[in-house]
Nanobody
């Protein structure tokens, strides 16, 4: 089992930045890929970005490319999401996830573990 706890969400103005963090505990010795998803009320949870255990393979959703950066620190069992140039449509509950590969994790079915989420609200 892997436990994931997100932090760093909050209220920010459009054009601003936030950095989300995800702390992993439990079976962190396994080489999990990790990623971020987001969800707004009434909509399906959507893929944001994933990163392989080594950090060599990264995927972004098209609308996040150039604005969001995913990274990880395996020594600290941490995952990060740097979000710049935020837009009101980025408002959502952001979830951290862990799974087998960064490619498989681009879909919900490829994610084995989930955090509880951290709220990001971008005001216009």
């Amino acid at each position: 089992q892997v436990q994931l706890v997100e932090s760093g969400g909050g209220l920010v103005q459009a054009g601003g930045s936030l950095r989300l963090s995800c702390a992993a505990s439990g079976r962190t010795g396994s080489r999990y890929a990790m990623g971020w998803f987001r969800q707004t009320p009434g909509k399906e949870r959507e893929f944001v970005a994933t990163i392989s255990w080594s950090g060599d393979t990264i995927y972004y959703a098209n609308s996040m490319k150039g604005r969001f950066t995913i990274s990880r620190d395996n020594a600290k069992n941490m995952l990060y999401l740097q979000m710049n140039s935020l837009k009101p449509e980025d408002t959502a509950l952001y979830y951290c996830a862990a799974g087998r590969t960064s490619l498989e994790m681009k879909t919900l079915a490829g994610c084995d573990y989930w955090g509880q989420g951290t709220q990001v609200t971008v005001s216009s």
